[in-house]
């Protein structure tokens, strides 16, 4: 069964730290790797999308990176801000079929 | 362009009743899905659509039912509501033909007492 994990499933850390979420799949014959942020009691937003011939990408303070052999991707935020704290879940597209981690809640503390 | 709409927004039943949770997309893009999200279990694939009269079952399919008559529309139905259906539902649009993204509705937190 394709199981997607994300470790650590909560984080707290003072503002202007550096961090990284970790993600973790089982099956390498990935389409793509979607990472997302939830804020409480609303929708997904899409952060970055890596297609599975790529190995990172970048948006702003965001960096999103993939490891198919290994079956990990991260994302690393930069210079963390209190209006960064939500949840962040992972999502592996398997021919279009989105399989999530339970995701990572990050609180950052002004 | 409001992207991917859901109503209503909350909802409550009894056991037994039934209701349609609306979706709607102004992407054009034909691929469609439902998913629901519960404490502790991530979200989790009910039905997908990969064009109009095109539907398939997801990961937890038991107790729903989707029909797909136009390119917009997706609608999920709750035949015989139960507690176990109480849950928050997101319904998802994408990819489209320039791009892998999935794009997500707002949800609709449904309560079945």
């Known amino acids: 069964k394709q199981e997607v994990t994300q470790i650590p499933a909560a984080l707290s850390v003072p503002e202007g730290e550096n961090l990284v979420l970790n993600c973790s799949f089982t099956?390498?014959?990935?389409?793509?790797l979607q990472w997302f942020r939830q804020d409480p009691g609303k929708g997904l937003t899409s952060l970055l999308l890596?297609?599975?011939?790529?190995r990172e990408q970048t948006s702003g303070r965001l960096n999103a990176s993939l490891d198919k052999s290994s079956g990990r991707s991260t994302l690393y935020i930069a210079a963390s801000q209190p209006g960064d704290s939500a949840t962040y879940l992972c999502?592996?597209?398997?021919?279009?079929?989105?399989?999530f981690g339970s995701g990572t809640r990050l609180l950052v503390r002004p | 362009n409001a992207g991917v709409t859901q109503t209503p927004k909350f909802q409550v039943l009894k056991t037994g009743q039934s209701m349609t949770l609306q979706c709607a997309q102004d992407?054009?893009?034909?691929?469609m899905s439902w998913y629901r999200q519960d404490p502790g279990m991530g979200l989790r694939l009910i039905h997908y659509?990969?064009?109009?009269?095109?539907?398939d079952q997801g990961e937890v399919p038991n107790g729903y039912n989707v029909s797909r008559s136009t390119t917009e529309d997706f609608p999920l139905r709750l035949l015989s509501a139960a507690p176990s259906q109480t849950s928050v539902y997101f319904c998802?649009?994408?990819?489209?033909?320039?791009?892998?993204?999935?794009?997500f509705g707002p949800g609709t937190r449904l309560t079945v007492l």
């Open positions: 099956d390498s014959a990935i389409y793509n």
């Open positions: 659509s990969v064009g109009a009269g095109i539907t």
């Open positions: 999502a592996m597209d398997s021919s279009y079929k989105l399989i």
């Open positions: 992407m054009n893009h034909e691929y």
């Open positions: 998802a649009s994408g990819p489209g033909v320039d791009t892998d993204t999935q794009y």
């Open positions: 890596i297609q599975s011939s790529q």
